[in-house]
C-alpha cells in the first residue's frame, strides 16, 4: 500500500508535487487566517485596531486585553473578567468527560463480551441518543432537572453532558471492543478473573487509542456546548462559552475588541491544547478499530 | 466411571442442535485429540468442558464433581487457545502467573513455580518480554506455560499447533506429546489434522457433524474404521474406497471389481462373515500401503491376493512411490518402495494385502463386522 502510494508520487513528478505542495499551504494560510487576525489584535492596543489596520503587526505590544479579559473585564453586569466562568466550565467538562468515559468503557465491554438478550436493541436505542438534537431535549430536561433540585448549578450540567455523551462514549468502546479477541476474555475467565478484573486488567491497559479519542471528541463538545449552558446555567454557574457571549455582548461605552479577541482566544485555548497533547493519537485510535495489526 | 466423564451431552443454539448426545469417558493420563472436519463441533465440546459454552442437556463431570454452572476458574482446567490468547499488556512472566494470582497464590510460591514452568519450557529469557515481542513458536510456548503452572486435572488444547509453520509444528507435536508423558496430565485436544490426532493421542474421538462417529485407539480407528466418512477421513493419502460385490468361488467370499480395462477381477476376502453379502453390492476399502509391489507385501499376513492392472500415474515422494491407477471406476492410490521399478502406462503384478481391507455397507456406510 505505502510502497504504491510512492511509486505514484514519484511518477507525479517534481512540477506536480510543487503544485500540491502550494494549494496545501494556501488552504493552510487561508484557514490559519483568522487565528493570525485574531491573535495580533489581541495584543494590541484598542486605538491601533480603530485606527483601521486589522491585519498589522502592533505597533505597541501589549498583554493588557488578555489581563482585563481573564480578570477584570465586564460580564454582564459583574467586572469578574473570564475567570471564574472558565473554572466553572472546567468543574462542568472534567466530571463529565470521566463519567462519560468510564461508563461508556463499561458498556462497551458488557454489550460485547458478556452478550446478553436484546443487547442489540439496548445498543441501539443509545445510538438513536446520539442523534436526538439539543432542542428537543430542552424542556424536558429543565424540568427533571428542577425536580433534581440543581437546575442552575454546574451539577446540573454535568448530568445533562453525560446523558448526552454516554451514547457516543458506548458507541466508541464498543466498536472498539469488538475487534478485541474474545478469546482472551476466555482465557482470563479460566484463569480466575472476574468480571471487573478482566476489566481492569485486561481490556483497560489496552484501550489507551480509543480512550483518547472519546476524551477529546467529549472534552471538546462539552467544553465548546453553548444552548445547554445558556439553558440551564446562566447566571454565577454559566460555563466559559456563555461568559464569552455575555462579555462581548455587555460592552456598554466603546466595544473593546482587543479584549474580545483575547476572551475569544482564552475559551478556546484548553480545547486546541487537547488537539496538540492528544491529536497524534486521535487518528490512530479512530483507525485502530479498522486496521489490525 | 472415567477421570473426566462426558454423558449424553447435547448443545443447541436456539433451535439449532449443533453436538448430538456425545458420550466419552477419559482415564485419567489418557490422551484425548478430538478430530474432524470444520464445523463438526469440536470446539464447543471443548469450550463445555471448560464452562465457557453452556450445556444444553447432559453432564459433564471431572474426578466424579459433576461440572454442570460450576465457573471455568474452579473446574481445575487449563486451556491453551488456538490464538495463545496471550494478554497484550502483560510481560511472559505476568501472563504466567496471572491465574496464580487471581487465585490468591502467595508471591513468592507464585515465583517458583514461574522459574519451574519456565526451565521446563526453556523460556527464561523471554520473562521480561511482551507478547508481541515473541516468535509464533515462542508465543505457542508461553501459551503452554500459562495452563502447565496451574498444575490442572485436565488440559484442554484447541488447535495449539495450527498457527505455526510446518517445520515448527512437527518440533512442537513432539514436544507436546514428551511433555505429556513426563508428566502425565489427562488432556483434551482439539486438532483437524489427522496426523496430529494419530502421532499424539491415546485414543480419538472422530466427529462429524456433531456426532461422535468413532471412539478408539488410533490402531482402532486407523485399521476398522466404523464407516466411510472415519475411514477416509484418517490416513494420508485417503483409504481407496471403491464398489464391488461379493462372490462366492470355492465356498470363500471374494471381492469382484472390475480393473482398469473393464475386465472383472477377484480379490479374495480375509473376513469369512462376508458371505451372508454374497451377490450383493459394498464399498471394500483398501488402505494405500496395503496395495504394493510383491517385495514390499506385508510377510506377516496370511492373505496376500495377486493384481494385474495398468499402472496410471507415479509419483515419486522420497520415502514412497505413490502410484495412481483405475480400479472399479475409481482412481486408486497404492504405495509402492521408492525404488519400485513400476512405469506408467504398463501392466503391473500389484499384491494387496486383504487382511487389511475393510468392507463397507453401500446403504448405510457402516463398516461390515466379522
Ligand atoms: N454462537 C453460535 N451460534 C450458533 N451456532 C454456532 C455458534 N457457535 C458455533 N456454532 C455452530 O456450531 C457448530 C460447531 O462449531 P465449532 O466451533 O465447535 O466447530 P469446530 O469443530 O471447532 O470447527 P473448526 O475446526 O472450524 O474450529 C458450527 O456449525 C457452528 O456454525
Ligand atoms: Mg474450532
Not at chain 2, 275 to 300: F, Q, S, V
Request: net charge neutral; with cysteine.
Amino acid at each position: 500500500m505505502s510502497v504504491a502510494s510512492q511509486d505514484n508520487a514519484a511518477s507525479v513528478g517534481r512540477v506536480g508535487r510543487t503544485f500540491v505542495y502550494l494549494t496545501l499551504l494556501l488552504f493552510a494560510l487561508f484557514y490559519l487566517l483568522p487565528f493570525f487576525i485574531m491573535l495580533v489584535n489581541s495584543l494590541k492596543p484598542l486605538g491601533e485596531i480603530t485606527g483601521g489596520n486589522m491585519i498589522a503587526l502592533p505597533q505597541d505590544w501589549t498583554i493588557a486585553p488578555w489581563l482585563s479579559a481573564w480578570s477584570t473585564a465586564q460580564i454582564g453586569v459583574e467586572p469578574t473578567g473570564l475567570k471564574p466562568y472558565f473554572w466553572n466550565s472546567i468543574r462542568m467538562v472534567v466530571p463529565a468527560v470521566v463519567i462519560c468515559t468510564m461508563i461508556g468503557a463499561l458498556n462497551g465491554y458488557v454489550l460485547t463480551k458478556w452478550r446478553f438478550r436484546g443487547d442489540t436493541i439496548v445498543f441501539g436505542l443509545m445510538l438513536f441518543s446520539c442523534f436526538i438534537p439539543f432542542q428537543i431535549v430542552l424542556i424536558p430536561m429543565a424540568r427533571i432537572l428542577g425536580i433534581l433540585e440543581i437546575s442552575g448549578t454546574t451539577a446540573g450540567l454535568v448530568l445533562v453532558h453525560v446523558v448526552y455523551g454516554i451514547g457516543f462514549a458506548t458507541l466508541y468502546y464498543r466498536n472498539y471492543y469488538a475487534a478485541f479477541p474474545t478469546e482472551l476474555v476466555r482465557a482470563a475467565q479460566i484463569d480466575g478473573a472476574g468480571f471487573f478484573q478482566i476489566f481492569y486488567r485486561i481490556l483497560l491497559p489496552s484501550s489507551g487509542p480509543i480512550t483518547v479519542v472519546c476524551v477529546i471528541w467529549l472534552f471538546t463538545n462539552i467544553w465548546n456546548d453553548f444552548l445547554f449552558g445558556a439553558s440551564f446555567a446562566s447566571g454565577d454557574a454559566a460555563p466559559m462559552t456563555v461568559a464569552l457571549n455575555n462579555l462581548v455582548n455587555s460592552s456598554t461605552g466603546v466595544r473593546e475588541y482587543n479584549v474580545h479577541f483575547a476572551g475569544a482566544i482564552l475559551a478556546a485555548l484548553p480545547t486546541l491544547l487537547v488537539y496538540i497533547v492528544a491529536g497524534r493519537f486521535f487518528v490512530r485510535g479512530l483507525m485502530a478499530g479498522s486496521v489490525k495489526g | 466411571m472415567g477421570f473426566l466423564d462426558i454423558n449424553n451431552v447435547t448443545k443447541s443454539y436456539g433451535a439449532v442442535e449443533v453436538l448430538h448426545k456425545v458420550d466419552i469417558n477419559v482415564e485419567e493420563g489418557e490422551f484425548l485429540v478430538l478430530v474432524g472436519p470444520s464445523g463438526c463441533g469440536k470446539s464447543t465440546l471443548l469450550n463445555m468442558i471448560a464452562g465457557l459454552e453452556g450445556i444444553t442437556s447432559g453432564e459433564i463431570s471431572i474426578k466424579d464433581r459433576v461440572m454442570n454452572g460450576v465457573h471455568p476458574s474452579k473446574r481445575n482446567i487449563a486451556m491453551v487457545f488456538q490464538s495463545y490468547a496471550l494478554y497484550p499488556n502483560m510481560s511472559v512472566g505476568k501472563n504466567i502467573t496471572f491465574g496464580l494470582e487471581m487465585h490468591g497464590t502467595p508471591k513468592e510460591e507464585r515465583e517458583k513455580a514461574l522459574k519451574d514452568v519456565a526451565s521446563l519450557l526453556q523460556i527464561d529469557h523471554l520473562l521480561d518480554r511482551k507478547p508481541g515481542q515473541l516468535s509464533g513458536g515462542q508465543r505457542q510456548r508461553v501459551a503452554m506455560g500459562r495452563a502447565l503452572v496451574r498444575d490442572p486435572d485436565v488440559f484442554l488444547f484447541d488447535e495449539p499447533l495450527s498457527n505455526l509453520d510446518a517445520k515448527l509444528r512437527v518440533d512442537m507435536r513432539t514436544e507436546i506429546k514428551k511433555l505429556h508423558q513426563n508428566l502425565k496430565t489427562t488432556v483434551v485436544y482439539v486438532t483437524h489434522d489427522q496426523i496430529e490426532a494419530m502421532t499424539l493421542s491415546t485414543r480419538i474421538a472422530v466427529m462429524y457433524d456433531g456426532y461422535v462417529q468413532q471412539l478408539g485407539t488410533p490402531k482402532e480407528i486407523y485399521d476398522t474404521p466404523e464407516n466411510v466418512f472415519v475411514a477416509t477421513f484418517m490416513g494420508s493419502p485417503a483409504m481407496n474406497v471403491m464398489p464391488a460385490t461379493v462372490e462366492m468361488i470355492e465356498g470363500a467370499p471374494h471381492a469382484k471389481i472390475s480393473d482398469s480395462e473393464g475386465n472383472h477381477v477377484t480379490l479374495a476376502f480375509a473376513q469369512d462373515n462376508l458371505a451372508d453379502w454374497a451377490g450383493k453390492e459394498i464399498l471394500l476399502g483398501i488402505r494405500p500401503e496395503a496395495i504394493t509391489d510383491p517385495e514390499a507385501a506385508d510377510r506377516d499376513s496370511n492373505r496376500i491376493e495377486k493384481l494385474a492392472n495398468r499402472v496410471g500415474v507415479t509419483e515419486p515422494s522420497g520415502a514412497d512411490t505413490f502410484v495412481t491407477m483405475t480400479l472399479g471406476g475409481k482412481d486408486i492410490i497404492a504405495r509402492m518402495r521408492a525404488d519400485t521399478t513400476v512405469a506408467a502406462g504398463e501392466m503391473f503384478d500389484f499384491a494387496v494385502n486383504m487382511e487389511k481391507a475393510v468392507a463397507f455397507d453401500p446403504k448405510t456406510e457402516a463398516r461390515i463386522k466379522p
